[in-house]
């Protein structure tokens, strides 16, 4: 077992070489060669196997789950390339929820038409298709698969193919797609299906972006799914079953809840990228400054500052220097007041 603290009542994550358990801690071995758990319960299956021992030859891996809403901020040199959060516990839980009962989809029917009328009323989503593995060269595309904040549906696009909606769910640029490694969508929807793919977020290209900018060597452009919930998002390395067949029919439930994984995190993953990594300096200016006139710690001056000088004594205090480049991001005052219709006078 992994050297972390572990206490009596912890949620934590357990890791075997073929499942992956939730479950509270009841008991730690003094010499840590067992645990025992109890409320285990299967990530994959949501099988319950109540009170549990587990020796230390099981287990490859153990992470403590957040019992709260609150992000746990976490560093691990090993296997976190920037810096991570782990999921609490309801955020799991419904992602697992939302990964049991995903909505699968053959045939244009009343379910195929209610599905596709709540998609069109969503700003964005996740986005994940099977069997592209070889772009646009791929024998048979399998499934297309789009989760939203809170559904999952599952699309057999080697049955109905892909329908007139469903191009626009994925072209039109009014909706903003997640996904992972795009280029390989891209290529299969162009060239098999007619359809160029509107804008999106690719989590492997923020990925590899932050890596390279923390100053981290990527050996290739390729990084796996897995690779990046792990890092990012610490679920365990077994959470997918890579050895799942997409292309049999009919279809298993264990290959549509695998379809199901795959999208399931995608907005999570995004959210995390965006506003815990990227935004972070521009976040932490908008606080400081925020904050700059309510630290002002000359409170009693201050008031009498203002009934005798007004305004002037809340422009006298400084605020908070911000460190972001305004000049690139504005209009230069030229160009906001000159009229496009006539000419710029010369001297």
């Not at 009170?51 to 901020?73: C, F, G, H, M, W």
């Not at 007139?164 to 299969?188: E, Q």
Request: overall charge negative.
């Amino acid at each position: 077992m992994n050297k972390i603290e572990l206490e009596i009542g912890q949620t934590i994550l357990l890791e075997l070489e073929d499942e992956c358990l939730l479950g509270q801690v009841a008991h730690v071995a003094s010499d840590r060669s067992f645990i025992r758990l109890a409320d285990v319960r299967d990530m994959t299956t949501k099988k319950n196997y109540g009170v549990q021992t587990y020796y230390n030859s099981e287990v490859r891996n153990i992470q403590i789950a957040s019992t709260d809403d609150t992000p746990k901020l976490q560093s691990n040199p090993t296997d976190s390339i920037i810096k991570s959060k782990q999921l609490s516990l309801a955020s799991l839980n419904s992602a697992l929820e939302q990964i049991n009962n995903y909505v699968f989809i053959h045939q244009t029917d009343a379910k195929y038409h209610d599905s596709i009328a709540f998609l069109k009323k969503q700003h964005y989503f996740g986005v994940a298709m099977e069997c592209i593995e070889n772009g646009r060269h791929s024998h048979e595309s399998s499934l297309l698969t789009i989760a939203t904040v809170d559904s999952i549906y599952i699309f057999d696009i080697k049955w109905m193919r892909i329908t007139d909606d469903m191009r626009d769910l994925l072209s039109n640029d009014r909706y903003r797609r997640v996904l992972h490694n795009g280029r390989l969508m891209g290529d299969v929807l162009l060239h098999k299906y007619g359809i160029p793919l509107g804008k999106c977020f690719d989590v492997m290209v923020a990925h590899i972006a932050i890596s390279k900018n923390a100053g981290h060597t990527i050996k290739n452009n390729l990084v796996s799914l897995q690779t990046c919930l792990r890092s990012y998002l610490n679920l365990p390395e077994k959470f997918f079953d890579v050895n799942i067949n997409f292309r049999l029919r009919p279809l298993s439930d264990a290959a549509k809840k695998e379809a199901a994984k795959h999208a399931a995190f995608l907005l999570p993953l995004q959210d995390f990228f965006v506003h815990e990594i990227m935004l972070e300096p521009f976040y932490n200016s908008c606080i400081s400054y925020t904050r700059s006139l309510s630290r002002n710690a000359d409170f009693i001056n201050s008031l009498a500052d203002l009934r005798n000088k007004g305004p002037e004594a809340i422009e006298a205090i400084q605020p908070a220097q911000l460190g972001i480049d305004v000049e690139s991001l504005k209009l230069s005052e030229h160009e906001l007041t000159s009229d496009p219709g006539k000419p710029d006078d010369c001297d």
